[in-house]
């Protein structure tokens, strides 16, 4: 309910209004709720509107929420007109983002009276400080993260496939508490590590190949993110010197990350030092995300976003450098961002390992 109270603080909303969250992050977000339906606030009620399948997650998981429940004839609509009615709403926001326009034309017509208002991304920028609970959560999800790529390792060799590696990293995170994983485990070996986003496949590991491993683990609904690049064998020179143009990108960058730092300004530090050293267009990406509830939240470390730094805000700072037809290094840490600095919460070494 503290969250819910948050929302309509920083909403000023008044007795006559209300909001309507269908973003399964932000229900999670204000109610604790992560199971299907909707979530309804305003400053006489708060209620989690569902079917059969979760009224009773939604009552052990919505703690201070009342729980309604769908039926034949009895649409999601109609029970907020109800609410509507009897707490005498005549503003309702929604979250366009999250509505289909069928979903929002049955809301129209089971609640006329009201006038539907755009809620933006109100949750979103609430979400982004993160409070001593949410960075514990984090917190350990990385130490999952970590762990998982430090077991790995001695997996990783000759023969051995993308699948296979991605396979036991994500069993890895599950086997030591991870709820799921933040998002598809990426690994890229050889020439597949110029895909920013590659998919694993049954690439088998030949000497000489860097792999690239993007992953992380949820735990407590909280998402992890990080990447590192080793080498089966001696890579090439030319890779060698990528990977130390990336590491140093990476270290400048996170070295600068703290509370009141501009987001483009940050972004530009690797920016600069990848094009200053000859790959111009090789690192097409933004250097880095907020991680929370989702795994690419704001703001960003990118050329777009021109937002300041604020104490309570986990970053990702992955610098990469892409080569078609060659192969690719990414570097990723995640980190919080302090009033003086950052706690690096990926904790395993940066530095090139060869196995």
């Not at 990406?285 to 795994?295: A, F, N, Q, T």
Request: aromatic content about 8%; proline content about 3%.
């Amino acid at each position: 309910m503290e969250r819910a109270k948050k929302l309509i603080e920083a909403m000023q909303l008044s007795e006559h209004e209300g909001v309507l969250l269908y973003n399964p992050s932000n229900m999670f977000y204000i109610a604790g709720y992560t199971g299907e339906g909707l979530v309804y606030v305003s400053s006489k009620s708060c209620a989690i509107v569902t079917d059969f399948r979760y009224t009773e997650q939604a009552e052990n998981e919505g703690k201070g929420f009342s729980v309604c429940m769908t039926d034949k004839g009895k649409s999601h609509e109609n029970i907020v007109a109800g609410i509507c009615a009897k707490e005498d709403i005549e503003t309702l926001y929604y979250e366009s983002d999250y509505l289909t326009v069928s979903a929002f034309e049955a809301c129209c017509k089971a609640v006329p009276a009201v006038e539907w208002k755009n809620l933006g991304h109100i949750v979103e920028k609430l979400r982004e400080v993160k409070d001593e609970h949410e960075l514990s959560l984090i917190r350990q999800a990385c130490k999952i993260t970590g762990d998982a790529f430090e077991r790995v390792l001695s997996v990783i060799k000759e023969g051995v496939t993308e699948k296979e590696i991605a396979l036991t990293l994500n069993f890895d995170m599950m086997r030591h508490g991870a709820s799921a994983c933040s998002f598809s485990t990426i690994v890229a070996a050889g020439a597949n590590g110029s895909l920013p986003h590659a998919v694993p496949s049954e690439y088998k590991i030949r000497r000489g190949d860097m792999i690239t491993m993007d992953f992380g683990a949820l735990y407590g609904g909280y998402c992890a993110d990080m990447t590192r690049t080793v080498a089966v064998g001696e890579p090439s020179a030319e890779m060698k010197k990528v990977y130390q143009i990336v590491l140093e990108a990476q270290k400048m960058a996170q070295d600068a990350v703290m509370a009141g730092k501009n987001c483009r300004a940050i972004d530009s530090i690797a920016r600069d030092y990848i094009y200053g050293k000859g790959y111009e267009g090789r690192f097409g990406h933004g250097l880095g995300h907020s991680v929370g509830i989702d795994i690419h939240e704001n703001p960003r470390f990118s050329q777009a976003c021109n937002d300041t730094l604020v104490a309570g805000q986990i970053m990702t700072v992955e610098p990469g450098i892409y080569l078609p037809g060659i192969g690719g290094v990414r570097i990723e840490n995640s980190v919080s961002v302090t009033e003086d600095g950052c706690e690096v919460l990926t904790l395993p070494t940066r530095e090139l390992i060869i196995l």
